[in-house]
């Protein structure tokens, strides 16, 4: 049975029957916390700029300069099991690509949490940016 207040999965269980599960699923976008201190760190270096204080802007830009690299060391890591496989240009490419889908995947995220404020505003968001953009 559906429950009228919360729409739940269905799950197979060990005789591979279908029941549904007691865990409702989410229906809101959550933001990935590294994209929340990216855009966090972007609104203080802002802040600190405009509002003539330096050492904010400088000591959040150190930090968001930290998170990156690591970021960066992660893609490289993340490329280093291909190395037998790939060609070496291929394998220098990697990281960046790895970094390139995890900007569209974010940047993807930020734009359909736009799209749904702006439903539920009541205002239409057309798709036609990304279907050109995938076409």
Request: aromatic letters at 8%; a positive charge; charged letters at 15%.
């Amino acid at each position: 049975m559906m429950n009228s207040t919360s729409v739940c999965a269905d799950r197979a269980d060990e005789s591979g029957s279908r029941r549904e599960s007691s865990r409702p699923i989410r229906r809101e976008p959550r933001l990935p916390p590294f994209v929340g201190a990216i855009l966090t760190s972007l609104a203080l270096i802002a802040a600190g700029a405009a509002l003539g204080l330096p050492v904010l802007a400088i000591a959040t830009g150190a930090a968001l300069a930290a998170g990156l690299s690591v970021y960066f060391l992660a893609c490289v890591a993340a490329a280093l099991p291909f190395a037998r496989s790939l060609d070496p240009v291929a394998l220098v490419i990697l990281p960046g690509v790895i970094a390139v889908y995890h900007f569209a995947y974010g940047l993807g995220f930020l734009c359909g949490i736009l799209k749904l404020a702006r439903r539920e505003s009541g205002a239409v968001a057309p798709a036609r940016f990304f279907t050109a953009l995938t076409r």
